[in-house]
């Protein structure tokens, strides 16, 4: 698995191959796309509006992936190729090639965790699958994330039209305001103070053959600015997240509390 880096600091940007996660850049990515614009298009619960019209669904996961309502909503090859996502193994070769990395980039509470996964391969780590759709006009603000996301991927899902289209990608800003709790500049003064004093790092094309991910720090600001499609297109793409799924510390004394608070509760039923 080659990882290409093209930005260290202030947090690390860089791309990976389609192929070389197992994937496939070809009428398979077309399907996706019509599947997940037909998924979109139905009533369903589990679609939320953010910010100004972008959509996002929800958490695919294996248990999701196995339930026989996913198939009636997505085609065989884009089933493969969830499954291909959501692997133990694309999880834990990305994460073996990124750890010592992710230590430097966060330098947080959570170094413990990526030690001991380094170290003696202990995975407190899932994998996050989300959809996100975004039709004519609509935006992200700037954000970083949150703290649990170790590392996000992108995979874009242009229409033949809008391959390597150069405005569609996500913007990477360098900006010294640290934002450890994830805040969304959603009113128009912290976005104008905000793209005031923030560069533009990279902004990649909008292209199928790569997974551009980034490292999750304070400053990973990221955004994507207002879609400018025509009427009936959308920007479609998938986000591939890995996220720290318990701690250290919660995974030790969790079972401790429990076991006290259930000693406890004997006790008193005593009495």
């Not at 990395?101 to 699958?129: A, P, Q, S, W």
Request: hydrophobic share 35%.
């Amino acid at each position: 698995m080659q990882f290409c880096i093209l930005k260290k600091i202030p947090f690390e940007i860089g791309a990976l191959n389609i192929e070389d996660i197992g994937l496939k850049n070809d009428e398979t990515l077309l399907q996706l796309r019509r599947d997940i614009i037909s998924y979109f298009i139905q009533d369903n619960e589990s679609i939320t509006t953010n910010y100004f019209g972008n959509k996002q669904s929800f958490e695919i996961n294996n248990e999701i992936l196995s339930m026989g309502e996913f198939h009636k909503k997505f085609s065989s090859s884009s089933y493969n190729y969830f499954k291909t996502l959501l692997s133990e193994e694309l999880k834990k070769d990305i994460l073996k090639n990124i750890w010592k990395n992710v230590i430097f980039n966060r330098k947080d509470h959570y170094f413990l965790e990526l030690l001991l996964f380094g170290l003696f391969n202990i995975d407190f780590f899932k994998t996050r699958i989300e959809l996100s759709l975004m039709p004519n006009g609509s935006y992200i603000v700037p954000h970083t994330d949150s703290k649990r996301k170790i590392f996000s991927g992108l995979i874009y899902l242009p229409s033949i039209e809008q391959e390597c289209n150069d405005k569609l990608g996500t913007s990477f800003w360098d900006c010294d305001v640290e934002n450890i709790h994830n805040k969304h500049l959603e009113d128009t003064e912290s976005k104008t103070k905000f793209y005031s004093i923030a560069s533009l790092i990279y902004r990649p094309n909008f292209e199928s053959c790569k997974m551009y991910y980034f490292l999750r720090n304070s400053k990973s600001w990221h955004s994507v600015e207002k879609v400018d499609l025509k009427t009936d297109e959308y920007r479609i793409s998938i986000n591939y997240n890995i996220t720290i799924e318990k701690t250290i510390i919660r995974s030790l004394f969790h079972p401790l509390v429990s076991l006290i608070k259930k000693n406890k509760t004997s006790t008193e039923s005593i009495f």
